[in-house]
């Protein structure tokens, strides 16, 4: 596959994955029973899973890996952080004002895991002059 288009895919899949997130964090706060139609329990794995494979194939076409490049480094543990305060905002958060809490902080994660994609330095935006 092309470098070319796998990294579009990548990046729209990140955009719809993120757009549904805050979508759904949305929803969260006003309890809006959207948030039980199947597709929107269904979609997010199925993007994400599209998200994840075209990381996987662009780290491999750029030959460069988590825990060898410290970027990707980087990323990989922002993905995890992400991944936490996500579960902890749309499912495990039991007081409503966790799950907000959880909600911003994938926000700002988010924003971090971006920058450092832009950058490619751990740093992320901090890092530019």
């Known amino acids: 596959m092309d470098y070319g288009l ?3 895919i990548h ?3 990140v955009a719809v994955s993120y757009g549904l997130f805050l979508l759904r964090g949305i929803w969260m706060m006003r309890e809006s ?11 997010p794995h199925v993007i994400d899973t599209a998200l994840l494979a075209s990381a996987i194939g662009l780290a ?3 030959g460069q890996y988590p ?4 970027w990707l480094t980087a990323k990989a543990v922002g993905l995890l952080l992400y991944i936490g305060f996500g579960m902890a905002a749309l499912k495990r958060a039991r007081r409503r004002a966790t799950r907000v809490a959880a ?6 994660v988010f924003l971090y895991i971006v920058s450092v994609a832009m950058t490619r330095n751990p740093a992320g935006f901090a890092a530019w002059p």
């Open 6 to 8: 796998l990294k579009t």
């Open 11 to 13: 990046i729209g899949c």
């Open 33 to 43: 029973p959207l948030l039980q139609r199947p597709w929107v329990k269904v979609m």
């Open 60 to 62: 491999a076409m750029l």
């Open 67 to 70: 825990f060898v490049h410290d």
């Open 103 to 108: 909600w911003i902080a994938a926000q700002a």
